[in-house]
């Protein structure tokens, strides 16, 4: 149930042995797993924070092979907090218009966690791949859930969008794996979806003011640097400049792992590398906790750093 199962039976539903899908990294940790679960061949590209960690059209048509299932987006961006604008997406559906053979899977989890700086003024303040160009509907699933937006995580609840025979064919995955979601998970989702809405604006502006906090704090620590995120609730630190240093215990950090275990065991600050992202030399933190438990955090984070030699 949830997301997570909605995406595990869409790939299981139509991947054959060999079949490839592109999924630019940095990533969700589960897609390359659901992947290699059904048979699939992962095909990774990496994007740097020089690109805000976003595929290009050029990247991606270097990717599709003939053997090309489907193409994995995520936006905004679990672990960057990075959006595609509507002139971004325009490019990677010129790109896809000409391979027909390519299904897209686009997971909009994040679509209610966004910042009024994501995009320019003539762009709304979400937009998708079938927002862009709706000729893409036959071969693309919109994934969602309740799990970000309504703070429903536990409650398993996800749902998606797409052909009638690729929905028929994951609904013959569900009930044969976890039937159906609880009903009183059902009950609370709809509530949820058909309440009132106004909390959400409100939250994103909470959101946004711990974004900033801890933005503006880790670019002030010596050896990182953070782009500025425009969703969810995520940053991705660069830390490759301390590589190579030593901690005050003597340890020397030769890879983002060394960075996130050390700092996790002189300071008790939890962090995740960037390179169980896909993405060596960087490391994710979820702001979505308590501006005490940020302000408590970056500052040991800022005397971990400095300390090392």
Same mark, same amino acid.
């Given at each position: 149930t949830g997301g997570k199962q909605v995406i595990y039976n869409c790939i299981l539903a139509t991947i054959n042995p060999g079949d490839e899908v592109i999924i630019p990294a940095p990533y969700w940790v589960s897609y390359p797993d659901i992947v290699l679960l059904a048979g699939g061949t992962p095909k990774f590209v990496e994007c740097d924070e020089q690109s805000d960690f976003k595929i290009s059209a050029e990247q991606l048509e270097k990717l599709i092979t003939s053997k090309?299932?489907?193409? @994995? &987006?995520? !936006? %905004? #961006?679990? %672990?960057?907090?990075?959006? =595609?604008?509507? !002139? $971004? &997406?325009?490019e990677l559906v010129k790109v896809l218009k000409k391979h027909k053979h390519v299904n897209i899977l686009t997971d909009d989890i994040y679509e209610h @966690? @966004?910042?009024?700086? /994501? *995009?320019? #003024?003539?762009? %709304? *303040?979400f937009v998708n791949i079938? $927002? /862009?160009?709706? !000729?893409? *509907?036959?071969r693309t699933i919109v994934v969602n859930g309740v799990s970000k937006a309504y703070a429903m995580t536990g409650w398993r609840i996800g749902y998606a969008a797409g052909s009638k025979e690729l929905i028929k064919a994951m609904q013959k995955i569900q009930s044969q794996s976890t039937t159906n979601p609880s009903s009183i998970s059902q009950a609370a989702a709809v509530e949820a979806l058909n309440g009132d809405q106004s909390f959400i604006k409100t939250r994103a502006l909470e959101f946004k003011k711990r974004r900033d906090f801890v933005v503006h704090a880790l670019n002030n620590i010596n050896g990182l640097t953070c782009v500025n995120p425009q969703g969810a609730f995520y940053v991705f630190p660069n830390c490759k400049k301390t590589m190579n240093k030593k901690t005050s215990s003597g340890k020397i @950090? *030769?890879?983002?792992?060394?960075? #996130?275990? =050390? &700092? &996790? $065991?002189e300071t008790g600050v939890a962090i995740v590398q960037g390179s169980a992202f896909g993405l060596e030399g960087y490391f994710r933190i979820s702001y979505a906790t308590s501006m005490q438990i940020l302000e408590k955090a970056v500052i040991k984070i800022k005397s971990f750093c400095e300390s090392l030699k």
């Open positions: 090309t299932k489907w193409f @994995i &987006l995520n !936006s %905004p #961006a679990n %672990p960057t907090g990075m959006c =595609y604008s509507r !002139s $971004e &997406l325009t @966690i @966004i910042y009024h700086d /994501v *995009k320019s #003024a003539n762009d %709304p *303040k079938l $927002e /862009v160009d709706n !000729s893409l *509907k036959d @950090i *030769k890879n983002d792992t060394d960075f #996130a275990t =050390y &700092l &996790l $065991e």
